[in-house]
């Protein structure tokens, strides 16, 4: 994440805290943010320079009036912002994340896990936390069994990929 994508970001959820829209204001980048990577053409368009920015602003305001919150499309008409779009929309959730006290967490394994498996891990993590756990789940077949948490950049790796790798270098570190 950039700079200018964590100021614009931080900024826009400082300003919807204040108005209490900050879930509001969340839900509504990730939609502008999937329909505008679902047509990287209209994204291309709405970023060339030359536009001026009432032009850019009157398209914009013509595709999501009434869709989004007039916060979301200030800041959508604002230089630079559509380009840092997911930057500024990931810096506003970790601002969100930070104030509600949640925390984001993956975790892969090599086969889907079940629904129950995965509300367990959920519990669990959030007992052992004691905060709210947004858990992903995704699937890697090389990981090959077990399973890899990545709790906000912490990783804790439990697969039989990585066991693997570890008595890899160790054999690799034996002298004969």
């Keep these: 994440m950039t ?4 100021m614009y970001g931080g900024s826009l959820y400082d300003l919807a805290a204040e108005e209490g829209l900050e879930t509001r204001i969340l839900g509504e980048l990730d ?16 970023s060339i320079p030359s536009i001026p920015k009432k ?4 398209l914009l305001d013509e595709a999501l009036r009434g869709k989004v919150h007039l916060y979301v499309l200030n800041f959508l008409c604002e230089k630079g912002t559509l380009r ?4 500024c929309a990931r810096a506003f959730r970790v601002k969100y ?9 993956t975790a892969t394994s090599a086969i889907p896990m079940t629904a129950e498996q995965t509300e367990r891990l959920h519990e669990k993590l959030e007992a052992v936390t004691g905060k709210k756990i947004d858990l992903k789940t ?9 399973i890899r948490l990545d709790i906000e950049g912490t990783e804790l790796d439990g697969t039989v990929q990585n ?8 054999i690799a570190g034996i002298t004969v």
């Design 84 to 87: 840092e779009l997911p930057g």
């Design 163 to 170: 066991r693997l790798a570890s008595l890899r270098r160790s």
């Design 138 to 146: 995704k699937v890697e077949p090389g990981v090959l069994g077990g």
């Design 3 to 6: 700079e200018i994508a964590r």
């Design 31 to 46: 939609e502008v943010s999937a329909i505008l990577k679902g047509d990287p053409e209209y994204l291309h368009l709405l």
């Design 55 to 58: 032009e850019r602003c009157a």
């Design 97 to 105: 994340n930070q104030a509600h006290g949640i925390l984001e967490a």
